[in-house]
């Protein structure tokens, strides 16, 4: 009677620690989807925000390409022009919580992936952009007006243009997916 009375209080003490630990790995699940929302909250905020610095950085290059052309078309600077920039400005931060956490582990592939290309072709386009404003800065500074140094700006300034458009269509996508993805968890 006694062995039947311990076996079956030992039997209670192990279902309830079992219980305890799947009660706390309930917590620690929603815990860590919670902390996945709120990442990937950011990193759509995020994506935003770039989106916007994006089409201030195509205006700004689309002045640049005037500027430029309309000192081509002169072959001489006889007049003052200004020459006003505004930088991508693009921000990382979301991403780089993602990375830290390790949440992008815990992701579908298919959204993981495009989350890093996104990322990986900003890095890419900030290294263009700082080219082209490498080389705008040796024309203002040398005061230059050679054609062929503003035709090589010029098809820079085209180029990062192009660049930007096509990394902007991409990083759309990435904003319906990553929005859809999110209403479908809550």
């Known amino acids: 009677m006694k062995v039947k009375e311990y076996f079956l209080q030992l039997s209670i003490v192990i279902l309830g620690i079992l219980i305890a630990f799947w009660v706390s790995n309930l917590g620690s699940d929603y815990k860590d989807k919670s902390t996945q929302n709120q990442v990937l909250n950011t990193i759509l905020n995020e994506l935003i925000d770039n989106n916007e610095s994006i089409n201030t950085t195509l205006k700004s290059l689309d002045t640049l390409n005037t500027i430029y052309t309309r000192m081509q078309e002169k072959n001489t600077i006889t007049e003052n022009f200004t020459i006003n920039y505004v930088?991508?400005?693009?921000?990382?931060?979301?991403?780089?919580?993602?990375?830290?956490?390790?949440?992008?582990?815990?992701?579908?592939?298919?959204?993981?992936?495009?989350?890093?290309?996104?990322?990986?072709?900003?890095?890419?386009?900030?290294?263009?952009?700082?080219?082209?404003?490498?080389?705008?800065?040796?024309?203002?500074?040398?005061?230059?007006?050679?054609?062929?140094e503003i035709d090589y700006l010029l098809l820079q300034i085209m180029n990062l243009s192009?660049?930007?458009?096509?990394?902007?269509?991409?990083?759309?996508?990435?904003i319906k997916v990553l929005s859809a993805s999110l209403i479908q968890e809550n």
């Open 87 to 148: 930088g991508l400005g693009l921000t990382s931060v979301g991403y780089e919580i993602a990375k830290y956490t390790g949440i992008l582990k815990d992701l579908d592939y298919e959204l993981t992936s495009k989350i890093v290309g996104n990322y990986e072709s900003q890095n890419s386009l900030q290294e263009a952009e700082s080219l082209m404003v490498n080389e705008l800065f040796k024309l203002v500074k040398n005061k230059s007006n050679h054609g062929y």
């Open 162 to 174: 192009n660049h930007i458009k096509s990394f902007d269509v991409s990083q759309k996508e990435l």
